[in-house]
């Protein structure tokens, strides 16, 4: 699996037409989020990475997570059903899909090296901006295959 540059414009307007390619009928293949939810919960690493929103995680998490901050970005596709932390956990709440896919896109468009606050994961540890590019992309990647997109 080759993992992408998000900060690369051609690799921007590729997530942007998958995600176009969704509807509020696009059915999961796996997992418990209806693609609204989805939507939503793509959007949180962009404000972390932006500096609008503070996660703590969980003791375990924290413990046990950096160990493999290095799954973020290399070129193994993720399993199915990984451990979310609670704070991005969408299921049981509604979602109104053209709002929640706006606002996505909005986040990914201006994602760029300067937009990028942060070096500290709250979860993972020290990431580099390129890291950040690259994780942004395998996570928005892997939840577009969750929908067929």
Known sequence: MEIKDLFNPAVKQEIFDRINRLSPQSARLWGKMDVAQMLAH??????????????????FFNLIMPFFKKTLWDEKPWKKGLPTDQSYIMTGSVKDFETEKNKLLG????????????EIHPVFGRMTKEQWSKSAWKHIDHHLKQFGA
Not at 107 to 118: C, M
Request: overall charge positive; glycine content about 6%; proline content about 3%.
């Open 42 to 59: 793509l959007q949180l690493p962009f404000e972390v990475a932006y500096g609008t929103r503070q996660i703590k995680g969980n003791f």
């Open 107 to 118: 986040l990914i468009s201006q994602f760029s090296e300067q937009a990028v606050k942060t």
